[in-house]
């Protein structure tokens, strides 16, 4: 089952913050966010690790909540680079390591 | 460079026509996937390899064929495509695990008239 994520768009301001968020109906290992720009690949943002460990290549922040099942993407002071679809996957361990996306979060970045 | 290189980056064919579209990586990853993004619907995973000669479903199996005999090739192949399959294709690689990201590869954009 896909994970939910909400909001499904959300528009804002440079310099303004937003939160992204993903609910799972399952217990999870794992939660991957990505950033889509229009066309292109998706891009790797941050791996949450059941068990607190975080691994991220950008200065964004996530959070992990491991009972619940949910992870909330934090972006703030966004800047007109932010601007693109946000995915996020979860994984829920056991051996075939498949990772289940989201149908993503449309942010827009206005001047 | 990492990299996931696919083939080819855009294709129009007509329905029935056999097609295969080509994904490569040079990270010496054990697990490849395929995806299919549709307007509103996210990355929908439509088959999955953990190594060579391992494959499986995803998702959205129907109407698609894989192959791994190759640890770095994991080909999509369309035997008969149809209208439906009009989409953009990812292929995607990563380390097996479930802490490890997934490179895509650019996409695939296939039209089926």
């Known amino acids: 089952q896909q994970p939910v994520q909400s909001p499904q768009a959300v528009i804002l301001r440079e310099g303004e913050d937003a939160v992204i968020n993903c609910s799972s109906s399952?217990?999870?290992?794992?939660v991957h966010w990505y950033r889509q720009k229009h066309g292109e690949a998706p891009v790797f943002l941050m791996i949450?690790?059941?068990?607190?460990e975080q691994k991220g290549h950008e200065k964004i922040s996530a959070s992990f909540n491991e009972k619940k099942q949910q992870s909330s993407l934090y972006l703030t002071a966004s800047q007109l680079s932010y601007s693109g679809t946000y995915f996020c996957?979860?994984?829920?361990?056991?051996?075939?390591?498949?990772?289940?996306f989201g149908k993503g979060t449309l942010l827009t970045v206005n001047p | 460079e990492a990299q996931v290189t696919q083939n080819p980056r855009y294709l129009i064919t007509v329905t029935g026509k056999k097609l295969t579209v080509t994904c490569s990586q040079n990270m010496n990853h054990e697990y490849m996937s395929w995806y299919r993004q549709d307007p509103g619907l996210g990355l929908r995973q439509i088959y999955y390899?953990?190594?060579?000669?391992?494959?499986d479903k995803g998702d959205v199996p129907e109407g698609y064929k894989v192959s791994r005999k190759e640890k770095r090739n994991f080909p999509l192949i369309l035997e008969s495509p149809s209208p439906n399959q009009t989409s953009l294709y990812f292929c995607?690689?990563?380390?097996?695990?479930?802490?490890?990201?997934?490179?895509f590869g650019p996409g695939t954009r296939l039209t089926v008239l």
């Open positions: 399952k217990a999870l290992y794992s």
């Open positions: 995607a690689s990563s380390s097996i695990s479930g802490a490890n990201e997934q490179f």
């Open positions: 390899s953990m190594n060579v000669e391992v494959t």
């Open positions: 996957g979860t994984y829920s361990g056991g051996s075939n390591y498949k990772l289940t």
């Open positions: 949450l690790l059941k068990g607190g």
